[in-house]
């Protein structure tokens, strides 16, 4: 489980977070969504440690992340699987490169078992012939694979993804949402997602928490979502003629 | 500074870094230094020969004055500035678009220690084979001095000869060997410096890219001074 307590966070005079608690649960996943600006991408690298907090605690599992000093925060980000909007992969390095990286500098695995482990991870994210492509040779929604294969290479305890379907096609983020949603069920992970994807909300939304003006405007699961009279999340889940049709 | 010179995580994915930046940064500037190495050694040689008018002035002195030149300043200080360009922007346009992609933040979010994973190699490659792409181009640059004065007879060959030989202090060697490695030092870190705080796009990386080769080119020639002062006062 991570817990976010009454966490705030300022860039100069501007309040970006304001007393924020949030809890991840394990298992599940967990969805942070928002308009562009109120907050949500700042919430999600302040639980990950990227920005410093001015007020409040974070705790990953027992151990409160923001006590501790740079060494122990090290060993907890090795517990971490991190997919970035835009895959973040090594451009110099091939996909297979790409993968056994983290293996390399923190397992004490063989070279056979590295190997191994990077097959198995591609073979979960169905991805095959595509070892020695550059990122640059594979299609948008392979590199959104790649990236998760990546991540959950060390067999982390904790997933995060930042607007994972950022980019693209409503058939490939299903895709996507689906995988992120088994792996959180097969690796028993604590998934926190950053999205503005109202189709990943309805697919894998086990938990919500709407971010308004830098506070927690709302909490609830997809089903909730869809019923609720809140007027700030309504103007957001329904700001799409789709969505209304739908609702109606 | 003090992250960039942590002990690496992993020896073995450090030793291949190191050996692939040894290639990037230095066997693929071979060829630049080669170039501008036997032209500069045949133009010294030229311009020297020409410009001696008077006839008591001894002909073996166009022989000299193009080994020290080289040894001295054209195959330290030159081929620096000129590294500082070809190597300065290759190392800020690669970390300054690492960066922008968020490929650093991937690393510090495993855990890896982006600065020294990153910077260290490069420092250790640079330092390591700046000093022999020197003695490289010190030999290149006499060569190119020899063609010159080969093909143009605009001194006698046996005097050029003679003047390399003569009196030769071997410390100017070690001098420019010294200075270079610190040029190297500067090559590597300066523009890495200014491409690891990048924030923005492309044209942010295109800035830093400048930023990093004109600093480190102005770095170069404030301690050239300082260094010539220490060694040779």
């Known amino acids: 489980m991570i817990v976010a307590k009454n966490i705030s966070k300022s860039f100069d005079d501007n309040h970006v977070l304001n007393d924020i608690s949030l809890t991840c649960k394990k298992g599940e996943t967990n969805l942070i969504i928002g308009e562009s600006g109120s907050g949500k991408t700042v919430l999600l690298k302040s639980i990950l440690g990227i920005h410093q907090i001015d007020k409040g605690q974070i705790i990953y599992g027992d151990d409160i992340f923001t006590d501790m000093n740079h060494k122990e925060k090290q060993k907890i980000r090795q517990e971490i699987g991190m997919v970035f909007q835009g895959g973040a992969l090594f451009d110099s390095s091939t996909v297979f490169e790409n993968i056994i990286f983290p293996l390399q500098m923190f397992s004490k695995m063989s070279k056979a078992e590295m190997h191994n482990r990077v097959r198995f991870c591609l073979e979960r994210v169905n991805l095959h012939n595509v070892d020695d492509l550059y990122p640059s040779e594979i299609s948008g929604g392979m590199q959104k694979r790649v990236a998760i294969a990546r991540a959950v290479v060390l067999n982390p305890k904790y997933l995060f993804f930042d607007e994972p379907n950022s980019g693209l096609d409503p058939k490939t983020a299903i895709v996507i949402d689906n995988l992120i949603k088994e792996l959180t069920i097969d690796f028993n992970t604590v998934t926190v997602i950053n999205t503005h994807d109202m189709n990943s909300v309805a697919e894998i939304g086990d938990n919500i928490a709407f971010i308004y003006n830098g506070q927690k405007w709302w909490y609830g699961n997809k089903e909730e979502i869809m019923h609720t009279d809140n007027k700030e999340l309504n103007d957001f889940v329904f700001a799409t003629k789709l969505m209304r049709d739908l609702k109606k | ?233």
């Open chain 2, 1 to 233: 500074m003090k992250k960039v010179f942590k002990r690496p995580q992993k020896s073995s994915i450090f030793l291949n870094n190191v050996f692939f930046e040894i290639e990037k940064l230095g066997i693929n500037s071979i060829m630049i230094v080669l170039i501008i190495s036997v032209f500069m050694g045949a133009v010294i040689t030229l311009q020297t020969a020409y410009n001696i008018e008077l006839s008591f002035v001894p002909l073996y002195l166009v022989g000299l004055g193009t080994r020290d030149s080289m040894f001295l300043e054209f195959s330290s200080t030159i081929v620096a500035l000129i590294l500082a360009g070809k190597v300065g922007a290759n190392i800020a346009s690669e970390i300054g678009t690492m960066k922008i992609h968020e490929q650093i933040e991937a690393l510090n979010m495993m855990g890896v220690n982006s600065e020294s994973h990153l910077v260290l190699p490069k420092i250790i490659a640079a330092v390591l084979t700046f000093p022999l792409l020197t003695l490289f181009s010190m030999f290149i640059g006499i060569l190119g001095g020899y063609l010159a004065v080969y093909f143009t007879n605009a001194v006698p060959i046996d005097d050029f000869v003679y003047g390399l030989h003569y009196y030769f202090i071997p410390f100017y060697i070690t001098y420019s060997l010294i200075k270079v490695v610190i040029f190297a030092f500067i090559i590597a870190t300066i523009p890495a410096y200014h491409a690891y705080y990048v924030q923005g796009g492309a044209l942010e990386v295109g800035k830093a890219s400048t930023k990093g080769v004109v600093y480190s080119s102005i770095l170069i020639l404030f301690f050239n001074v300082v260094i010539t002062q220490i060694l040779l006062s």
